[in-house]
């Protein structure tokens, strides 16, 4: 009977290669493709998102609190509209980073850690 | 009454409390700083982008409270808190991250940050409610 060790330590040369679309992105320590690394690719995933809006909503705070100049009254209504968009996309990015911690922790208490599995 | 905008009294004299902010994004020191100067139009705000250039201010000038990214070129903004608490320990430090989850506030924790805030999720409002008690002393 063949058994299949699959290491959770990151750089054992028995670790198989991860395939598909996240080949790159299995962090270090866990199996590719298991529930805790599709986890953790979807906190990366919303940390990056979460980072480009902030940098988005602060530009539009400085040009709604007039820092680059004075704008007509339809662009400062426009810029508000884009300032409550950005918020609330903030918001849902800030749902899903939270949703993917609760499902961790479920996870780790379902299959505590092993150094192997034989 | 010295009206709060202005200046604080502390240990009987009057002084400009003095702000650094530790943030390599330009956006966002200019964010905070306008947002600071919105309410306090004499602090003292000064600015650096690494962990190098606010060593170099804070021997410089030493300031009342440091607002410190935890992402940053080269020296991550928490080990750079827990350097700066380590030698100033009465310099207050506000964290401000990205990514408000547990492991950040608990590295925050440990690295003797004394408050946390995260970009996005804290009002203008809550800042500089912060801020003003910070410098009350509160």
């Known amino acids: ?118 | 009454m010295i009206p709060i905008q202005a200046v604080y009294p502390r240990g009987g004299q009057i002084y400009v409390p003095r702000v650094l902010v530790v943030e390599d994004s330009t956006i966002f020191r200019t964010l905070l700083k306008e947002t600071l100067q919105s309410r306090f139009p004499s602090m003292e705000i000064l600015e650096a982008a690494d962990g190098e250039g606010a060593m170099q201010q804070i021997a410089a000038h030493l300031p009342d409270l440091i607002f410190m990214d935890v992402k940053l070129p080269g020296e991550n903004g928490l080990d750079l808190t827990a350097r700066i608490k380590a030698e100033h320990p009465q310099v207050i430090v506000v964290v401000l991250t990205s990514y408000d989850t547990p492991e950040y506030r608990e590295a925050a924790v440990k690295a003797k940050a004394d408050h946390f805030l995260a970009k996005g999720s804290s009002s203008r409002e809550g800042i500089l409610t912060l801020v003003e008690s910070v410098l009350r002393g509160g």
Do not use: W
């Open chain 1, 1 to 118: 009977m063949m058994h299949h060790v699959i290491p959770l330590v990151a750089g054992d040369s028995q670790n198989p290669q991860p395939s598909g679309p996240f080949q790159d992105g299995a962090p270090e320590g866990l199996k590719p493709g298991s529930e805790e690394s599709l986890l953790h690719l979807l906190k990366v995933m919303s940390r990056d998102i979460r980072g480009s809006l902030l940098s988005m909503l602060a530009t539009l705070k400085l040009l709604n609190r007039g820092y680059y100049g004075n704008m007509d009254e339809e662009v400062a209504n426009q810029t508000k509209d884009l300032i409550s968009s950005a918020t609330r996309l903030i918001g849902r990015v800030d749902a899903c980073l939270g949703r993917a911690f609760v499902v961790k922790e479920e996870v780790e208490i379902a299959a505590p850690k092993k150094a192997g599995i034989e």
